[in-house]
T-cell receptor, first 115, second 113 residues
Framework: NAGVTQTPKFQVLKTGQSMTLQCAQD?????MSWYRQDPGMGLRLIHY???????DQGEVPNGYNVSRSTTEDFPLRLLSAAPSQTSVYFC??????????????FGEGSRLTVL | KQEVTQIPAALSVPEGENLVLNCSFT??????LQWFRQDPGKGLTSLLL?????REQTSGRLNASLDKSSGRSTLYIAASQPGDSATYLC????????????FGAGTQVVVTP
């Protein structure tokens, strides 16, 4: 039972570098999302998707890109990393029952440090 | 935007005491509410999901109630154990912005042996 898998678990970047955080789920969930968690700020939504080819912005989308070419995968791209993007990133997924999200499943997180 | 408040922010109790964690939200037009647990350095784990038509949900020592009209949910943990030490978060997504789930800041619980 893999659930939601995030890679890498840890990453250190220099300012200006780009990278992709990977997220994959094996539960055939339509809904997938990315959050960042910072001390004192709680969980904040970056982007979300309700199916292949459909994405939308969350609360803090600037500096991040997403795409959803398959149901299983929802990668998060940092275009030009900045120290303000140092955070722990979580991917989550859910089925859509009755048109709304159901039980939300989270990955273990990816800890990113930007120097 | 859904505003979610969790009180208290932190709680420390001796083993065996019952825990009461509160979650209040501004937009009561929700379709469900979920309670999560987060251990340090880990992701969130779903504990209970209450549908908007339900008033409570139970799982083992955990019981969660939902009062949509007053915008409140309460998580009760009976006979606490040291293994219950974690941060507990709630998420009540409104029907008109259901994709943009907002989380409370959480209640940090410490249960001492």
């Amino acid at each position: 039972n893999a659930g939601v898998t995030q890679t890498p678990k840890f990453q250190v970047l220099k300012t200006g570098q780009s990278m992709t955080l990977q997220c994959a789920q094996d539960m055939n969930h339509e809904y997938m999302s990315w959050y960042r968690q910072d001390p004192g700020m709680g969980l904040r939504l970056i982007h979300y998707s309700v199916g292949a080819g459909i994405t939308d912005q969350g609360e803090v989308p600037n500096g991040y890109n997403v795409s959803r070419s398959t149901t299983e995968d929802f990668p998060l791209r940092l275009l030009s990393a900045a120290p303000s993007q140092t955070s722990v990133y979580f991917c989550a997924s859910s089925s859509l029952a009755g048109g709304y999200t159901g039980e939300l499943f989270f990955g273990e997180g990816s800890r990113l440090t930007v120097l | 935007k859904q505003e979610v408040t969790q009180i208290p922010a932190a709680l420390s109790v001796p083993e065996g005491e019952n825990l009461v964690l509160n979650c209040s939200f501004t937009d009561s037009a929700i379709y469900n509410l979920q309670w999560f647990r987060q251990d340090p350095g880990k992701g969130l784990t779903s504990l209970l999901l209450i549908q908007s038509s339900q008033r409570e949900q139970t799982s083992g020592r955990l019981n969660a109630s939902l009062d949509k009209s007053s915008g409140r949910s309460t998580l009760y943990i009976a006979a606490s154990q040291p293994g219950d030490s974690a941060t507990y978060l709630c998420a009540p997504p409104p029907t008109d912005s259901w994709g943009k789930l907002q989380f409370g800041a959480g209640t940090q619980v410490v249960v001492t042996p």
